[in-house]
C-alpha cells in the first residue's frame, strides 16, 4: 500500500533548476512540491554527498571519481554553473545537510542510494544509519530508500529494518518479487517506458506500490495513474504540478 506523495519532484527542481542542489530544492518548493527525489553516494572519507553521477565532469567540473574526493572538497566545488550562470557557485551538498532541510521544512523524501562502484553495503549502511536516527521516533514522516542495488537496500534492511525501502528497476524482470521480498520493500520503482499494465496489475496484486520515474508529459502521466500506478516523480514541474494525481482522478 503506497501512503506516500504521488508527485515528487526529481532530483529537487527537475529542468528548471540544477539537480541535487540546494537551488534544486527550494525551485521545486517554490512550486509546491513538497516530496522529492534525489540521489546519494558517499565520499572518500565516507561522508554521503548529494550527486547523481560517480564521476566528476557533467554536473560539477573536474575530472576523476566522486570517491577521489573527500565530502568536504566535494562540498567546495561548483555544482551549478553548468546549468546556468546565475546558478554559479552553487554547490554538492553533503546529505545531512540536505536531509535536514528537507526534514524542518515538511518535504518528503525518496532517497535515491547511489553506490560509486564496490561500495554498496557502506552506501547502504550509511544512509540509513543516518536517516533512521534523523526520524527516530517520527517514522511516519521517514523517507523511502530505493535502488538499484540490492546490496545496498539489504544493507540498508540489516542497519534500519524500520526504515521503508524500494526496488528500483529499468525493466521489471522476472523475479522482481522474490527480489523485493528478499529486502522486505514497499514498493517498485520502474521506468515507466518500460512497464505495461498487465505488469502494473502484477504489482499492485503482489501488494506493493508503484512508482514510475521520469514523467515529464501530463498525459503520459495521467494514463500511468490509470493503470493503477500510485506515484511518479517528474522533470517538468513546471506542466505536472504536486496536485497533478488528485487533479485527475
Given amino acids: 500500500m503506497w501512503r506516500y506523495p504521488q508527485v515528487l519532484a526529481h532530483r529537487g527542481g527537475g529542468t528548471l533548476a540544477p539537480e541535487n542542489t540546494m537551488a534544486g530544492l527550494l525551485r521545486g ?21 548529494v550527486m547523481h553521477d560517480p564521476f566528476l565532469g557533467r554536473t560539477v567540473p573536474g575530472s576523476g571519481h566522486v570517491f577521489d574526493y573527500d565530502a568536504l572538497e566535494l562540498a567546495a566545488m561548483d555544482a551549478g554553473g553548468w546549468f546556468g550562470r546565475e546558478y554559479e557557485g552553487e554547490t554538492v551538498p553533503l546529505f545531512v545537510e540536505f536531509a535536514q532541510f528537507c526534514k524542518s521544512h515538511g518535504v518528503w523524501m525518496n532517497i535515491e542510494l547511489k553506490p560509486a562502484p564496490g561500495h554498496d553495503i557502506e552506501t547502504g549502511g550509511t544512509v540509513a544509519r543516518i536517516a533512521a536516527a534523523m526520524f527516530a521516533g517520527e ?5 523511502l530508500l530505493s535502488s538499484f542495488s540490492m546490496d545496498a537496500l539489504l544493507a540498508a534492511y540489516e542497519v534500519a529494518p524500520q526504515l521503508p525501502r524500494a526496488c528500483l528497476v529499468n525493466e521489471l524482470p522476472p ?18 517506458r518500460h512497464l505495461t499494465p498487465a505488469q502494473a496489475r502484477a504489482v499492485k496484486a503482489a ?5 514510475c520515474y521520469t514523467v515529464n508529459e501530463p ?13 511518479f516523480c517528474t522533470d517538468r514541474i513546471d506542466l ?10
Fill in 29 to 49: 518548493m517554490r512550486a509546491g512540491f513538497r516530496a522529492i527525489e534525489y540521489d546519494v553516494m558517499l565520499a572518500r572519507d565516507g561522508v554521503p554527498v
Fill in 207 to 211: 501488494g506493493f506500490g508503484l512508482f
Fill in 139 to 143: 517514522l511516519e514522516r521517514a523517507p
Fill in 219 to 231: 498525459a503520459r502521466a495521467a494514463e500511468l495513474l490509470g493503470w493503477g500506478v500510485d506515484a
Fill in 240 to 249: 505536472i504540478g504536486p496536485e497533478f494525481a488528485t487533479r485527475v482522478k
Fill in 175 to 192: 523475479d522482481w518479487e522474490r527480489c523485493a521480498r528478499a529486502v522486505d520493500a514497499v514498493a517498485i520503482h520502474v521506468n515507466h
